[in-house]
């Protein structure tokens, strides 16, 4: 017996070996050089002196960093609550629908989903377009029948593209939210039913505790995507540039691929990590906490 459980050990070490190695050669290896170049000024390819927290306090002191973090705060704030409720919605309006038409209003959701970016900034890119974009026909009301182009007004840019990345995401989101509306067993709702219960009161009763660990699960998800924001921002910003719709992911690509400075870039990477970490375990520690009281 303990020949075999030996034999088993050493069979559970050769199926992991593949997996640890590659973790440790394209995760573990560059996050630990990730650390190190955090602390030199070296560029972004070659060797420098140790500079301790120089680094750490240029950012502190670099007024285009605090920029790149409130604007990539203000996106999630944008961009993470809408997408979920929104995802939500659609899940529960789509899980009353039975056949083939929940399946054709699902796809139809989840279609923007699979599409590159560079499809949807194009798609977007279209609809808000000054002169000719069907989106304006929205927006004119409020502008006195002026058309704005919307992705060159800095107090319209944000908002914008946090619209065109719920558009984006809630297909996904919804996707989650029917999974777990599946789950609930139809006995509980027919009881409900029986008592008299309304819909608002299933849902309120029923529904809503029944999915919280879904929802925890993806406004967490949509936490760590937002806050890495990039592709949106830098292709909707083409053509006009202005560091005052810089993110932290545009930061770090100016400094270190663009200056060549490996070492602050590789700091402010090490910065939105954590941040990542913190907001990302404080929400989901806050949410599950909600959801057992």
Same mark, same amino acid.
């Given at each position: ?7 088993e050990?050493?069979?559970?070490? &050769?199926? @992991? &070996?593949?997996?640890? @190695? ?18 030199? /000024?070296a560029?972004?390819i ?7 927290f120089? /680094?750490?306090?240029r950012?502190w ?10 604007n ?5 704030i944008l961009? =993470? ?15 009353r629908?039975t056949?083939?038409?929940?399946s054709?209003? #699902?796809a !139809? ?11 949807v900034?194009r ?19 409020f502008?006195?029948?002026e ?5 060159r ?7 914008? =593209? &946090?619209?065109?990345t719920?558009?984006w995401?809630?297909?996904?989101n &919804?996707?989650?939210f029917?999974?777990? #509306?599946?789950?609930?067993?139809? %006995?509980?709702? %027919?009881a !409900? %039913?029986?008592?008299? !219960?309304?819909?608002?009161t299933?849902f ?5 505790? #029944? ?9 967490t +998800?949509? #936490?760590i995507?937002q ?8 292709l ?7 560091d !005052? ?6 930061? +770090?690509?100016?400094q270190?691929f663009q200056?060549?400075?490996?070492g602050l870039?590789a ?6 990590? +954590?941040l990542? =970490?913190l ?5 989901f520690?806050?949410l599950?906490a909600?959801? %057992?009281?």
């Amino acid at each position: 017996m303990i020949r075999s459980r030996r034999n088993e050990i050493l069979v559970a070490y &050769a199926l @992991l &070996a593949p997996f640890i @190695l590659i973790y440790a050669v394209l995760f573990v290896y560059p996050s630990l050089k990730l650390f190190v170049l955090a602390f030199t /000024n070296a560029p972004l390819i070659g060797s420098g002196d140790w500079v301790g927290f120089k /680094n750490f306090q240029r950012l502190w002191s670099d007024r285009l960093f605090w920029t790149s973090i409130w604007n990539t705060i203000y996106f999630v704030i944008l961009s =993470v609550i809408p997408s979920t409720v929104l995802g939500l919605v659609v899940a529960i309006a789509v899980n009353r629908l039975t056949g083939w038409l929940q399946s054709l209003v #699902l796809a !139809a959701f989840f279609l923007p989903y699979i599409l590159p970016v560079s499809v949807v900034y194009r798609i977007w890119g279209w609809m808000f377009d000054k002169d000719f974009g069907i989106a304006q026909t929205v927006i004119t009301p409020f502008t006195g029948g002026e058309h704005v182009s919307v992705f060159r007004t800095l107090p319209l840019f944000m908002p914008a =593209v &946090a619209f065109v990345t719920v558009w984006w995401f809630v297909g996904f989101n &919804a996707l989650l939210f029917i999974a777990g #509306l599946r789950n609930i067993s139809r %006995e509980i709702y %027919e009881a !409900a %039913e029986l008592d008299g !219960a309304g819909s608002w009161t299933t849902f309120r009763r029923i529904t809503w505790p #029944l999915i919280w660990p879904i929802t925890v699960l993806v406004m967490t +998800i949509q #936490l760590i995507l937002q806050l890495k924001i990039f592709d949106q921002v830098y292709l909707f910003a083409a053509n006009v540039r202005t560091d !005052a719709t810089m993110v932290m992911v545009q930061y +770090i690509l100016k400094q270190a691929f663009q200056m060549n400075k490996g070492g602050l870039g590789a700091a402010a990477s090490m910065v939105l990590f +954590i941040l990542i =970490v913190l907001v990302s375990v404080l929400q989901f520690q806050l949410l599950r906490a909600r959801g %057992e009281r």
